[in-house]
């Protein structure tokens, strides 16, 4: 069974940096693509950034100056660090492992909170 633990949450001020971590029980590089996703409170989940098999990446155009996703495929880890966090970051965030046309696995979810 396919486990995604996210890690690297928690209460930030504005303007500082988080990485979060996903760490897969399984070979990231037998994925299409791994991704990252948030869902702050009262809205639909988003993708924020996705990074594919053999190194693409794509962001949400809102957050690509600042967000950056990265991989260790020898580690099986995906790493997201958010640069000049602001209160509107605030949200679950949630690691994906896909398909081409699906999410196959989600993670528990990490809660990153913004607030001065």
């Known amino acids: 069974q396919v486990q995604l633990v996210e890690s690297g949450g928690g209460l930030a001020q504005p303007g500082e940096s988080l990485r979060l971590s996903c760490a897969a029980s399984?070979?990231?590089?037998?994925?299409?693509?791994m991704g990252w996703y948030r869902q702050a409170p009262g809205k639909q989940r988003e993708l924020v950034a996705r990074i594919f098999r053999g190194g693409n990446i794509n962001y949400r155009d809102s957050v690509k100056a600042r967000f950056a996703i990265s991989k260790d495929n020898a580690k099986n880890t995906v790493y997201l660090r958010i640069d000049s966090l602001t209160p509107e970051d605030t949200a679950v965030y949630f690691c994906?492992?896909?398909?081409?046309?699906?999410?196959?696995?989600w993670g528990q979810g990490t809660q990153v909170t913004v607030s001065s």
């Open positions: 399984v070979n990231i590089f037998s994925f299409y693509a």
């Open positions: 994906s492992a896909e398909g081409p046309d699906s999410v196959d696995y």
